[in-house]
């Protein structure tokens, strides 16, 4: 059973930056996939990145100013969202899983907010 813990929620002008963490005790098995999750919004997909970390996929929201990446030294996955808008005001989650469209675990998710 893993716990997925996000963390680097915050508060950011429009424009602006901010890197979100998940880690988990073996989060190198998984494919971690993001998703987001915004007031009165069904959750939306936003990145994954395979276990490896050489393979990526990205929303069409995403894609051009969000990066994801891991560090399977420390199982830890990040996603670096640059040129936030309002728009991506959400709550973000990762997910982790061993397949592709398998989501297992979840962590309790991280607010990003974006002010104009």
């Known amino acids: 059973q893993e716990q997925l813990a996000e963390s680097g929620g915050g508060l950011v002008q429009a424009g602006g930056s901010l890197r979100l963490s998940c880690s988990a005790s073996?989060?190198?098995?998984?494919?971690v996939s993001w998703f987001r999750q915004a007031p009165g919004k069904e959750r939306e997909f936003v990145a994954r990145?395979?276990?490896?970390?050489?393979?990526?996929d990205y929303a069409d929201s995403a894609k051009g100013r969000f990066i994801a990446s891991r560090d399977n030294t420390i199982n830890i996955a990040y996603l670096q969202m640059n040129n936030l808008k309002p728009d991506d005001t959400a709550v973000y989650y990762c997910?982790?899983?061993?397949?592709?469209?398998?989501?297992?675990?979840w962590g309790l998710g991280t607010q990003v907010t974006v002010s104009s």
């Open positions: 997910a982790a899983g061993l397949f592709l469209e398998t989501f297992t675990y």
């Open positions: 073996d989060l190198n098995r998984y494919i």
């Open positions: 990145i395979r276990q490896t970390g050489y393979s990526t």
